[in-house]
Each structure stands twice: as C-alpha cells, then as structure tokens.
C-alpha cells in the first residue's frame, strides 16, 4: 500500500528524451516522454485495447503510436486515430499523470489529479544560492522496501557501524537523539560535542582538531529525507547563535520511490555552503557518497530479505523515529484508502 496523493520522483530529467522511456511507480506502469517543445509526458504504460505497453510503440511527433494495432494516443492519452476506423473507440484512453521539473528531477503526482499541485514539491533551501555548491546526484535501485530506506533515513545511529570509513566515527556511539513528529513527517536529530570529525568530512572542513557535530535527519511525507550535517569547531555548537565562519553545512536531500513493495529507486543530490563552483569537490562528493549508499543497499536489501523470511517484533530506543514515521504514513495512507471507497462504489454500481 502507498500514498497516491503525492509527488514522487518518476526520472532523472535527462532520463527522459524524445524517445519512449518505461518506468514502474508504485506498482503503475509508466511512459514518459518529452514533446517536441520539450515538456513532458507521462501516461499508462498500457494501450487500452490489448495492454501492449505503449513504450514498445512508437514517438511520432508528440503522440505515441502502439506497436500493436496502431492506435495512436495524444499527450492527454487520448486515443487520437485508430486505423480502419472513422472515429476512435469511445473507452480508448490511457490515462495520463500530472508532471513537473524540478531540481533537475522528473515529478509526478500519482493520485488524484485534481489534487496535483507543483507548489507542494518540496522547497529545497539553497538551489540555486550562488554561494552554495551542488552535488547534482545520482540514483540507484534498491530490491528492498521503501519504509526500510525511510527507517534507515531516521537512525543517526548507523552511521557508527554501515558506514565506519565514511559518515561515522566511534566517538558519536551512545549519544542521545531528540525526536520530534512534525506536520509533514518526522524529524530525529543530535548535538554530539567535542568529537572527531568523520572520514567523509575531514578532508573538507577547514579547520582543525575536534566538532562540535549535528545529525539532523528528517523524513518528510511521503518518503523524502533531508539528512543536515553540521561541523563547527569544538565549543561553538549552537541552534541559536549566528554560525561560525568556518562552520561546515551539508545539505543531502534524498528522494525515495516505491517501484513495487520490494523495491525502490533512491534519488539524491547534496548542497555545500563552500567551493560552489569546485567541480572536483561535487566529483568527490558524488563518489564518495555513492559508495556510502552502497554500503546502505547492502544492509538494506539483506534486513528486507531477513524481514520477509521471519519479521522481528524487537524495537530499540533508536527505532523511535522511524516507528513514528510509520505510523504516520499507516495513517495517510488508511484515510487515502478509506475516502476512496466511496467513490469506487460507485463506479462499481
Ligand atoms: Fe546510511
């Protein structure tokens, strides 16, 4: 079960071309393509008629010829011509999805359509602040449950052990987290003070010796992490106070969607508050954070596979903020299904 009624990253946007590109959305099967003007389209990867996927027809011009019979669908999915006929068949339609660019990113909007509106997209501080560096990202797929990834988004605490050699260092073991359940998602995060600064970091911050360092690890509805992490020399944390100048900001947005139940496409991208226009700094950070998200699939994809095969009933004190992210999501979700019902009734009479 997924929340329809949100925008959920469907591409890369030079993913998606002149020409037919398939994707799976929770569990929807999905054309995307641009027009000729550039814009672009998404509709029911299925012609009406024998359900032959519409990526394996043809682009012509901006509609969409299926390769079976060919029936051609305009950028709404309305079915335009249908050969040897005068006028197309009155159900021949493939429904289309709203859409919308952002952050070098293709959104769609999987529920209502009358409810689609870009304006809720995530706000993502800093794009475009000229001060501000951009890892422009990359995407993976991981074969394990979309709520695993949010969990994973929630628990400052792994970093000590998934990602030893990168984000983590054993001098943050044990430090408490503060959770808090915001309007739109949950928010875990800590102060740890007088610390190493982690690998990952290290080669970056510009001063020396120890941090002060902040996890801010957020999980938005329905699945979008905005991981903080703060570096200021030891002795000048502060929520309150004007930052340090040498202070170091980070900014991971990380963008989670369900393929099916047991797998999920994970997108990201990272701001910096210093070298904006360093292209080495954005490769390293590229390559640096790709290989920690490996680490994450590895562990991910084996806790979905122990979960399916025996589930735990055994929570942590650090499960607190994923447990309540879930359940927020069980809420959204259960109300999205219950308002519904009536309405599939009713086509139903
Ligand atoms: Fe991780």
Request: with cysteine.
């Amino acid at each position: 079960m997924f929340l329809k009624n949100a925008w959920y990253v469907a591409a890369t946007d030079h993913e998606v071309g002149r020409h037919l590109h398939a994707v799976k959305v929770l569990g929807e099967d999905i054309l995307l393509y641009r027009t000729q003007s550039g814009g672009v389209v998404a509709l029911e990867d299925a012609c009406p008629h024998r359900k032959l996927p519409l990526s394996m027809g043809r682009l012509q011009g901006d509609e969409v010829e299926c390769g079976y019979h060919g029936l051609v669908f305009d950028c709404a999915g309305t079915c335009t011509r249908a050969p040897g006929l005068a006028h197309p068949p009155k159900p021949a339609a493939a429904r289309s999805y709203p859409v919308a660019e952002r952050y070098g990113l293709v959104w769609i909007w999987m529920g209502d359509a009358a409810k689609a509106d870009p304006g809720d997209i995530i706000q993502v501080e800093h794009w475009g602040d000229p001060a501000w560096g951009v890892n422009r990202g990359d995407a993976m797929l991981v074969h394990c449950n979309y709520l695993y990834l949010t969990d994973n988004l929630l628990d400052p605490s792994h970093v000590s052990w998934v990602h030893q050699t990168s984000f983590g260092s054993a001098s943050m073991i044990g430090e408490p987290m503060k959770t808090q359940v915001n309007e739109n998602g949950v928010l875990v995060s800590r102060w740890m003070r007088n610390v190493e600064v982690a690998p990952f970091y290290a080669k970056f911050v510009k001063f020396d010796g120890n941090c002060d360092r902040k996890q801010h690890y957020e999980v938005r509805v329905p699945a979008h992490a905005v991981i903080k992490a703060i570096f200021t020399p030891a002795g000048t944390a502060s929520d309150t106070e004007p930052f340090h100048p040498d202070i170091f900001l980070m900014d991971s947005y990380n963008f989670l969607t369900p393929v099916d139940e047991s797998t999920t496409r994970y997108f990201w991208f990272q701001l910096r508050n210093f070298s904006p226009d360093d292209e080495s700094v954005s490769q390293q950070f590229a390559e640096d954070v790709r290989g920690a998200f490996e680490e994450d699939r590895v562990v991910l994809e084996a806790v979905h596979a122990g979960m399916a095969k025996n589930p735990s009933r055994m929570n942590l004190p650090l499960d607190a903020g994923p447990l309540r992210f879930r359940q927020k999501m069980k809420a959204l979700i259960d109300a999205e299904q219950t308002a519904a019902q009536p309405a599939a009734l009713a086509m139903a009479r």
